[in-house]
C-alpha cells in the first residue's frame, strides 16, 4: 500500500510539474522545416529562460519574474504573437539579440557584420534586407526556412515578455520523435 500511496503521489507530481512548466504547441506551416513539420507536437520548456508567474490582478505586474538563463542566437524559442483571437504561438529561430544590427545579404543573415550560421537549413530565399538595429528588451527572430517564414522581417522584433520558453522536443508523431537543436 505505500509504495502504491508513493507512486500516486510522484505521478500527481509529474502531471503538475508538466501543467506548469511545459506546453505542448502543435506546428502549423512551414516556416521551420526541415526540422519542424506542420502537424507536430513539440514540448516548450517553460523555464529554459524566465520563471514567471502571472499576477491575475495586474497582468503588466507578474508576482514573480526571475531571469534563469539568458535567450542566445540560434536558440528555438516559442513565444506569443498577435492580440485578442488572433494570438497564437509562433515557433522560430533567434537571430539577434538587443543591440545587434541583423541583416540579410542574397538569403544569408548577418549579424553586427558577420555571417549568421546558426540555421539548419539553407533556405531557398535570396532576399536582401537592410540592416535592423534590434531595441532594449527585444529579440530578432526568423523561421529557417525563410522563404516560408512569418518572421521578425514581418512583424518587426519581439518583446522578450513574450518568449515562452525554448522548443526542447518533438513529441508527436513518435516516428519524428527527436531533440531540437
Known sequence: MHIAGLAIQAA????LILLFFYRLPQ?????????????EHVLIDTLAFNLRVANPMAPDAPI????????????LVAFEHGTGDDRRI???RVAG???????TVHGKVFVNGAQFDGFTDASSDREDLAPVSI????????????????????FGPV???SVIGRAT?????????????
Open 12 to 15: 500527481v507530481l509529474l502531471c
Open 27 to 39: 506546428v502549423d506551416g512551414q516556416s521551420m522545416e526541415p526540422q519542424l513539420t506542420g502537424g
Open 64 to 75: 514573480v519574474d526571475l531571469r534563469l538563463h539568458p535567450i542566445l542566437r540560434g536558440d
Open 90 to 92: 509562433l515557433l522560430k
Open 97 to 103: 539579440l538587443e543591440g545587434d544590427k541583423v541583416a
Open 135 to 154: 531595441p532594449k528588451g527585444s529579440i530578432y527572430v526568423l523561421g529557417d526556412n525563410r522563404a516560408q517564414s512569418d518572421d521578425s522581417r514581418a
Open 159 to 161: 518583446p522578450v515578455e
Open 169 to 181: 522536443f518533438v513529441v508527436w508523431p513518435l516516428t519524428r520523435a527527436q531533440r531540437l537543436r
